[in-house]
């Protein structure tokens, strides 16, 4: 039969079309593929083909990798997101996986992944030197130990470690360094990058590796432990979102050199060898439990969270600054144990003779900080919250400000076996010198159950304030402008003021508002109160002095009190009362009589008054004062410019006056404001049309920093409707004031390039059966 020109013309089109579909698709559904089965653990990925955007997507199939070999896996620049995918209860697998030779960002997901490089050579498990900006998106049970780190985030470089909210309960990561290597962080004689932990996280073990051939212990998670006589390498690490760490441990210090912190610096090694600093933020809804400090049995341990331990002789424990905001919770945390100076539970590594590391630690927003233990020491015990203890060194000195409704329980001083214990919160103990402690609260944060280090044969520290020694105690600077302060003594030291020694620590004490009391009613405080003094108080030399000691009575009138200068002039507040809210007495150093004590106002009741949807007017008190929770007080009953639709808590008290102190304030008064009823548009004319006129802007796709992937393309719509108003604004501005989302992890399927397979098929069934048709059945 013979085939006419157009016909055979449309037969050929037709095939070529069809081939050209399933060729366009073939070489990305070569780069988009679900799972590469990869069984050489030697394999380098070095001959990907790059496309035009130089972005490519590949998951590999980790089950069968080698497991008794030293194997890599080289990820270059031409994979920018990669999935490794065992299985968790498979054998452990001997091959390290690197980024280190990239210089464009990766985005790494691991699922269920389980490397053991502990018996290699100088292998880290996860190796990102070199790649700022990666991020690793956890799925599934993985357990990383590298004979050097475990994820390796050298000096310089950036690590995003995060999980999505779609695997927020079944995520897990556990991480293990080798010797003198973190957990997560720098190698052996190195500093970490900066370490980011987001998301939905779960991290549930990470232990950094102990000292070995006499180099300092590394942190769980930061700097690496110090080489002979070096320094350890200091770590930043940032812990935000949901994100939750379980169980951090820094690894102990060889002979003569210190501990690792659990989160932060790590240890130094022998002489000359300080602990490394630790720059640790905390913030968000983030939850960190159980931390604990590398020990050292001849140096310095590390603190729980802050700065590495110092090494033999010289080496000075390494500075802690810890940062807890938002709603993020710290519980149980210890400092590690050092033969001469503990490091502290949150601040700074302890030391031997090179002075303990100072501690500046910020708790604010409703952050809550529970259970922290300073570590012990031979001559001196590390703070709780604030300074590391030191052998003849000194103790560290720590900064501590506690504001807004944050809140600190249970914290006690390491103790010092022969001397020297670390306050509660503030400065680290000694043999030779406390450090000092200054410690500023305010807001409405409270404090609870604080405990300053015992000295064995001498030098408690205080329980708020200085750290003890066997020579000078460590002063005690507290301000106390808000909130709430339980606070014991030891023995009969100071619960607030100077470190106890041969001489004690000075005591200045500034008391503008807040509360204090002591549990039961053997604790003191001990004052040098600024501001305020009674009277004149003269000793058996009749010099001048101003010290005053306040002593917790047992007695049952269950009243509160306030000081009051004997003119009338009311200077300063002393809201004080023991656990059964008993008297208050006040004496003078020499023992003379009380100054003036006045019984405070009764609370007022507070009750409303009338509301709309803006504003809301208590009843009038005469006397009082009012404010909203976590506002200023002030004698106004009304608060204006409120939202529609929204609760308020408000308090009242007595105002203070110059013979009275304020009442305690009221129990709060919950009021919601009345909803706002919006105004009926007006129309544009009598017809009821609308001339509104509307023009949509669009803005251009945002990338975030650090491979993170692009938000949406948002439009913030400006076109009306009837009556010219825009319908849509609030809501877009709304989503355009939205957070960031948490990273998404890469796609691994281009459902579009099936398409254009199907189609492909398609053609050539059709096609064929056509010219089957046309050639056979004709004829």
């Known amino acids: 039969m013979t085939i006419n020109q157009p016909f055979r013309k449309t037969i050929i089109i037709l095939f070529v079309l069809a081939i050209f579909f399933i060729l366009a698709a073939m070489p990305a559904m070569a780069e988009t593929a679900d799972v590469t089965n990869v069984t050489d653990a030697n394999l380098i990925l070095i001959d990907w083909v790059s496309s035009a955007d130089d972005t490519h997507t590949l998951t590999l199939n980790a089950s069968n990798w080698d497991t008794d070999g030293n194997g890599t896996i080289s990820i270059p620049d031409g994979i920018n997101n990669l999935t490794i995918v065992s299985n968790s209860d498979s054998t452990e697998l001997s091959v390290s996986i690197e980024a280190a030779t990239r210089a464009t960002i990766l985005n790494l997901t691991i699922k269920d992944l389980n490397l053991d490089l502990s018996t290699a050579t100088n292998k880290h498990g996860i190796d990102i030197d070199g790649v700022d900006g990666t991020t690793l998106f956890l799925e599934g049970n993985n357990t990383i130990t590298g004979n050097l780190t475990g994820i390796h985030v050298g000096f310089g470089n950036f690590l995003i470690i995060t999980a999505n909210v779609s695997v927020k309960d079944t995520n897990h990561l556990s991480v293990y360094g080798g010797p003198g290597s973190a957990g997560i962080g720098g190698k052996i004689d190195e500093s970490s990058g900066k370490i980011v932990i987001n998301g939905f996280v779960n991290i549930f073990e990470v232990k950094g590796g102990s000292g070995g051939s006499g180099s300092g212990g590394s942190s769980g998670i930061g700097g690496g432990g110090g080489g002979r006589s070096r320094s350890g390498g200091t770590g930043t690490v940032i812990v935000s979102d949901s994100a939750t760490i379980t169980t951090v441990t820094g690894g102990s210090g060889s002979s003569g050199s210190g501990g690792g912190s659990g989160i932060g610096g790590g240890g130094g090694s022998g002489s000359g060898g300080g602990g490394g600093t630790g720059t640790v933020t905390v913030s968000d809804s983030a939850t960190i439990t159980t931390v604990t400090g590398g020990i050292s049995s001849s140096s310095g341990g590390g603190s729980g969270i802050g700065g590495g331990g110092g090494g033999d002789r010289i080496g000075g424990g390494g500075a802690g600054t810890v940062t807890v905001s938002g709603s993020a919770t710290i519980t149980t945390v210890t400092g590690g144990s050092g033969g001469s100076g503990g490091g502290s539970g949150i601040g700074g590594g302890g030391s031997d003779n090179g002075g303990g590391g100072a501690g500046t630690i910020t708790v604010s927003d409703s952050a809550t900080i529970t259970t922290v233990t300073g570590g012990s020491g031979g001559s001196g015990g590390g703070s709780g919250i604030g300074g590391g203890g030191s052998d003849n060194g000194g103790g560290g000195a720590g900064t501590v400000t506690v504001s807004d409704s944050a809140t600190i329980t249970t914290v006690t001083g390491g103790s010092g076996s022969s001397s020297g214990g670390g306050s509660g919160i503030g400065g680290g103990g000694s043999h030779s010198g406390g450090g000092a402690g200054t410690v500023t609260v305010s807001g409405s944060a409270t404090i609870t159950t604080v405990t300053g280090g015992s000295g064995s044969s001498r030098g408690s520290g205080s329980g708020i304030g200085g750290g003890g020694s066997n020579g000078s105690g460590g002063a005690g600077t507290v301000i106390i402008e808000g909130g709430t302060i339980g606070v014991r003594s030891v023995g009969t030291h100071y619960a607030i003021g100077g470190g106890k020694g041969a001489e004690n620590g000075t005591s200045t004490i500034v008391i503008d508002g807040g509360s204090i009391y002591t549990p039961g009613s053997g604790s003191n405080v001990f004052a040098n109160i600024q501001g305020y003094s009674e009277r004149t108080v003269k000793n058996s030399n009749e010099s001048e002095v101003f010290e005053t000691k306040v002593g917790m009575g047992s007695g049952s009138a269950n009243k509160l009190h306030y000081i009051v200068n004997e003119d009338g002039a ?210």
């Open 570 to 779: 009311f200077k300063t507040e002393f809201h004080a009362y023991t656990d059964d809210y008993g008297d208050l007495y006040l004496y003078t150093a020499s023992g003379s009589e009380p100054a003036i004590i006045k019984e405070a106002p009764n609370t007022p009741i507070l009750e409303l008054d009338s509301k709309t949807a803006t504003t809301i007017t208590l009843k009038q008190i005469i006397g009082a004062e009012y404010r909203t929770e976590g506002g200023i007080w002030k004698s106004s009953n009304e608060f204006s410019g409120l939202t529609p639709d929204t609760e308020y808590k408000f308090y009242t008290r007595i105002a203070q006056t110059d013979t009275e102190g304020p009442s305690p304030q009221s129990l709060p008064l919950t009021v919601k404001t009345n909803t706002e009823i919006p105004t009926p548009p007006i129309p544009a004319n009598n017809n009821g049309g609308g001339s509104g006129t509307g023009q949509a802007t669009v803005l251009p796709m945002t990338t975030q920093q650090n491979g993170q992937q692009p938000q949406q393309n948002t439009t913030n719509g400006s076109g009306a409707g009837l009556d010219g108003s825009n319908e849509n604004a609030s809501q877009n501005a709304s989503q355009n004031s939205s957070e960031q989302p948490v990273p998404m992890p890469p796609s691994v399927h281009d459902k579009s390039i099936w398409l254009w397979m199907a189609v492909g098929i398609v053609a050539i069934v059709v096609i064929g059966g056509v010219a089957y048709w046309y050639f056979v059945k004709r004829k």
